[in-house]
């Protein structure tokens, strides 16, 4: 009897130990799923900031520091996520548009956006004042 008590144990280490990775995987990407499944930016007179899903990921730039902006079509292969392109950094969530901000120091960076017409707007009147 107790040999068959162990049996069952070994049974269910074997699948503790074989599941944990890909429990331990799930948990992983879910939680990547939360920190960057949306993409909030925010426009004002100073500062240009994003901030991915809850807010453990942001970035803000100088309004002072931009020159221009312009509505540009990111490549597909882009991907999402926070990319260095061949035009600058993306911060990107869904889509293919974005607005792209030529910096004084001639850096440029790209911000991916569903309502590009409404963001360039903002930042071209964040520029001007």
């Known amino acids: 009897m107790i040999s068959g008590g162990s049996g069952v144990l070994t049974v269910i280490k074997s699948i503790i130990r074989r ?3 890909l ?8 939680a990547c799923g939360f920190i960057v ?3 909030t930016v925010k426009v004002t007179r100073t500062y240009i900031s994003i901030k991915f899903g809850i807010g453990i990921i ?33 911060y990107n969530v869904s889509g ?8 004084s120091n001639g850096r440029k960076f790209r911000i991916g956006t569903d309502e590009p ?3 360039l707007a903002a930042v071209q009147a964040a520029i001007l004042q």
Not at 23 to 30: D, E, G, N, Q, R
Not at 96 to 103: G, Y
Request: no cysteine; proline share 3%; aromatic share 12%.
């Open 19 to 21: 599941s944990l990775p």
């Open 23 to 30: 429990l331990v995987a799930s948990v992983v990407l879910v």
């Open 37 to 39: 499944d949306t993409l």
């Open 58 to 90: 942001r970035k803000k730039f100088a309004v002072a520091d931009a020159l221009n902006a312009a509505i540009v079509r990111n490549r597909w292969y882009y991907g999402w996520g926070i990319r260095l392109t061949p035009y600058g950094w993306l």
């Open 96 to 103: 293919l548009d974005a607005a792209e901000i030529q910096m």
């Open 117 to 119: 017409v409404e963001l």
